[in-house]
């Protein structure tokens, strides 16, 4: 499977699961809670964690290409700098991707919580989502590896003003790592277990850049 097609199918993935959780949520607000719709919400389930994990695999290897990644090797410093703004620019894709299939993952659960029974299913995929959010922030482990990591690779960058955009942009990627989680977790913590006590339809926007995506705004 080429690089490009397993992006392309993991948003085909994203985009489809948003698209049928906005599409049926009107009616499962309303009370129609068939079998069907159950099965095919954990049908999409089952998706969004395979992208998860095929997510967090990416991440993990961009991170080591981050860290084997030398001053030495380049025969001038600007190419060494360029590459790490190409390294920072594809890991922030990477997170962005992640927190969307966490967004569709919570969104998802809200409708599947709807449905009577199975509260021990709705409570460990509750817990599952969050503790998978809990995980990108930035006082996590994770977050906190890669700024030890980018600050220990610009010291070989001369230029200041380079080295203070180089942190900024990880600052930016940072921050909206806190927003976008922030709305994951006010989502969860707004509809609680019982979505059936809301009388409005759960309405998702997606936005697109330059073809991937790059939010969702749920309302």
Request: with cysteine; hydrophobic share 40%; charged share 30%.
């Amino acid at each position: 499977m080429s690089l490009r097609f397993k992006k392309n199918e993991r948003r085909s993935v994203l985009t489809g699961s948003i698209r049928y959780f906005e599409q049926i949520a009107g009616s499962v607000l309303s009370g129609e809670l068939s079998d069907e719709v159950v099965h095919v919400i954990e049908m999409h389930e089952t998706k969004l964690l395979e992208v998860q994990d095929h997510l967090a695999i990416d991440i993990r290897s961009q991170t080591e290409a981050l860290k084997i990644l030398k001053d030495e090797e380049w025969v001038r410093q600007g190419k060494y700098i360029k590459a790490l703004y190409e390294q920072q620019s594809a890991l922030d894709k990477l997170y962005r991707e992640m927190l969307l299939c966490l967004r569709a993952r919570a969104c998802g659960w809200q409708l599947f919580s709807a449905f009577p029974d199975r509260e021990q299913c709705k409570w460990d995929r509750l817990q599952d989502i969050r503790a998978s959010v809990l995980a990108l922030l930035p006082q996590g482990e994770a977050a906190i590896a890669l700024d030890q990591l980018l600050r220990e690779k610009i010291k070989a960058v001369t230029s200041a003003n380079e080295r203070s955009k180089i942190l900024r942009n990880e600052n930016a990627v940072l921050d909206r790592i806190s927003a976008q989680s922030a709305i994951v977790f006010d989502g969860l913590q707004t509809i609680g277990t019982d979505i059936s006590t809301h009388d409005a339809p759960l309405s998702i926007d997606l936005k697109i850049e330059d073809g991937v995506i790059v939010a969702t705004r749920m309302r």
